[in-house]
């Protein structure tokens, strides 16, 4: 599958590049950088150097990206925010988008708007995005044009949490949960 990542130069992206640069299943099509732009990604990512070959990093217009008819899936690696800036398009397109930002974690635009403290860039969308940890979702998620990712903290407590709550071994009522 040609997949490109929307935003490859910070933590996120690096991981993603990193991840599907091996997965025997995926073919990295573009990988994009408002500041690494024109630069190779194995001379950014060296270790990286003998799976990604001669690709570089792209400036990232998302009317492009959604008019590319060589990538079906794209990978939002960007601040909350500037994802959606991405996601409309691409959705829109046709295309499948995977979002690590939080612009559709929080399915109530009121509760994104205390959150962040701005208006939900794309209330449109919120339905249609799915918030998605694969080990504790159904099967319908697999059919989702675009899907929430969650953080590291909301997955490190759910995934151990949840299957605890559903079997009834523990009691819901004052879980409380610190992370930093």
């Known amino acids: 599958m040609k997949t490109a990542i929307i935003g490859a130069s910070g933590y996120s992206g690096e991981e993603l590049v990193r991840i599907l640069s091996t997965h025997p299943d995926v073919t990295l099509a573009a990988v994009t950088s408002r500041s690494l732009a024109g630069q190779k990604v194995a001379g950014v990512m060296p270790a990286l150097r003998h799976k990604v070959g001669e690709l570089e990093f792209t400036a990232s217009d998302p009317e492009e990206?959604?008019?590319?008819?060589?990538?079906?899936?794209?990978?939002?690696?960007?601040?909350?925010?500037?994802?959606?800036e991405f996601a409309d398009p691409l959705y829109q397109a046709g295309k499948t988008v995977i979002d690590l930002s939080a612009d559709f974690r929080l399915g109530k635009t009121r509760i994104y708007?205390?959150?962040?403290?701005?208006?939900?860039?794309?209330?449109?969308?919120?339905?249609?995005?799915?918030?998605?940890?694969?080990?504790?979702?159904?099967?319908?998620?697999?059919?989702?044009?675009?899907?929430?990712?969650?953080?590291?903290?909301?997955?490190?407590?759910?995934?151990?949490?949840?299957?605890?709550l559903k079997a009834g071994h523990i009691d819901p009522k004052g879980i409380v949960i610190n992370s930093y």
Do not use: M, N, R
């Open 65 to 84: 990206l959604a008019a590319s008819s060589e990538i079906d899936l794209f990978f939002l690696a960007l601040p909350h925010g500037v994802a959606s």
């Open 113 to 164: 708007e205390e959150y962040y403290g701005q208006a939900h860039p794309a209330p449109h969308l919120l339905e249609a995005a799915p918030y998605v940890i694969p080990e504790l979702a159904d099967e319908k998620w697999k059919s989702a044009s675009i899907i929430a990712c969650p953080g590291c903290y909301p997955t490190s407590i759910q995934l151990p949490l949840v299957p605890l």
